[in-house]
Each structure stands twice: as C-alpha cells, then as structure tokens.
T-cell receptor, first 111, second 117 residues
Framework: GQQLNQSPQSMFIQEGEDVSMNCTSS?????WLWYKQDPGEGPVLLIA?????ELTSNGRLTAQFGITRKDSFLNISASIPSDVGIYFC???????????FGTGTSLTVIP | DTEVTQTPKHLVMGMTNKKSLKCEQH?????MYWYKQKAKKPPELMFV???????INESVPSRFSPECPNSSLLNLHLHALQPEDSALYLC????????????????FGEGSWLTVV
C-alpha cells in the first residue's frame, strides 16, 4: 500500500482554538478525503476534494487540495469538545478505486 | 447516518471456525471495499470490488476470502484465522469509476469487531 504521512500525530488544545493538520505523500493523488473517527465507530466523511488547488469548507472545517496533488490540509476553527477524535486523510491513487489512509491525527480538546 | 450496513457488529471465533462478515449498501455504488483496522492505526486496504469483480487484492492471506454476490452485497469469509487477525473490519462503498471522473467518494459502515481466540 501507499504511505501517507499525516502530522501532527496528536494535538492537545484549548476549547476555542483553531487546529491545523496536513497529509503528505510521495505519490500523486486524484482525490483527497478527510474523515473523523470516534472510538468503536467507522470513519465519517468530513470533506471531499477533487481538484488540485480546491478549497472547500464544511461549517468550521476547511480543507485544501495541494497544488502538487501530493498533499492536503485540514483546518478546524473555534474547536469545541465534540471535535475530539481521530482525523484521517485518505487519497485516491490513480484512476482506480484505490483509497489509502494517512497515519491519523488524534485531537483532544480541553474545555 | 451511514448507508453502509455491516453485520455482525461483534464476532468472536476460534481459530478452527468458519465465519463470514456481511456488508450491504443501497446507494447504487459500484465499488465496494474491505479494510482492516487495528487499534490506534489507520484503516488498511484489503480488497476492492469494482462492478462486482475483484480488482484489488492487497496481498491478503488466503484465510480471508471476499465475495461480491451482487452490486449491493459484499461478504468476507473467514477461515483458520490467527489471534493477530483480531481487528475492526470496515466495509465501504463508492460510486466506482471506469475512467477518470470527479466525485468518487468512499463511505464507510460502522465496522465489525472481530476477536479470534
């Protein structure tokens, strides 16, 4: 499988702070997806990006598809306690149905 | 709410047992996936079915046997598993593509927790 490096590995922030995380790869991806996973649950789709340079928002979340197509960024503004969880990026490799996941960012929000 | 349904939610099996995990989607998606996820690790791609044909096998041991009876159903047959196979098994689906178009997004079920004893 493909290696997608996600950073930071974990974050501990105060409620109300903004959060930034990114995902990088040595390969070119055609789609970037961002998911949140709560303990014992499947990943839930947050944002989907389909074109290089694309910037997409979903409420307090904003994500960007890097120009080089080898990276993507996710920002969360004004964090709240329910933002706690593990965030994964995922990239679609080539034109086939191959989606690979980043290593994950564990987010803890301190009230 | 996810529109990918997985059963059972929890499964405990012995190393000599034969069991199956089941997955169903009714979104009209033509690609379906099995992922394996260990604790605090990202999901790892196992198999991909595109238009009901196995298109990707990520060098998965033969004790895992996928089956796609139709475009809505995906099974994972388990036989002679090892304790290290204990994990969360995630099923997913996406629109599926034959050529490069935008909009291929993958949606997950809630997973089946497998424990091998």
């Amino acid at each position: 499988g493909q290696q997608l490096n996600q950073s930071p590995q974990s974050m501990f922030i105060q409620e109300g702070e903004d959060v930034s995380m990114n995902c990088t790869s040595s390969s070119i991806f055609n789609t970037w997806l961002w998911y949140k996973q709560d303990p014992g649950e499947g990943p839930v789709l947050l944002i989907a990006l389909y074109k290089a340079g694309e910037l997409t928002s979903n409420g307090r979340l904003t994500a960007q598809f890097g120009i080089t197509r080898k990276d993507s960024f996710l920002n969360i503004s004004a964090s709240i306690p329910s933002d706690v969880g593990i965030y994964f990026c995922a990239g679609q490799l080539g034109t086939g149905n191959q989606f690979y996941f980043g290593t994950g960012t564990s987010l803890t929000v301190i009230p | 709410d996810t529109e990918v349904t997985q059963t059972p939610k929890h499964l405990v099996m012995g190393m000599t047992n034969k069991k199956s995990l089941k997955c169903e989607q009714h979104m009209g998606h033509r690609a379906m996936y099995w992922y394996k996820q260990k604790a605090k690790k990202p999901p790892e791609l196992m198999f991909v079915y595109s238009y009901e044909k196995l298109s990707i096998n990520e060098s998965v041991p033969s004790r895992f046997s996928p089956e796609c009876p139709n475009s809505s159903l995906l099974n994972l047959h388990l036989h002679a598993l090892q304790p290290e196979d204990s994990a969360l098994y995630l099923c997913a689906s996406s629109q599926g593509i034959l050529r490069r178009i935008s909009g291929n997004t993958i949606y997950f079920g809630e997973g089946s927790w497998l424990t091998v004893v």
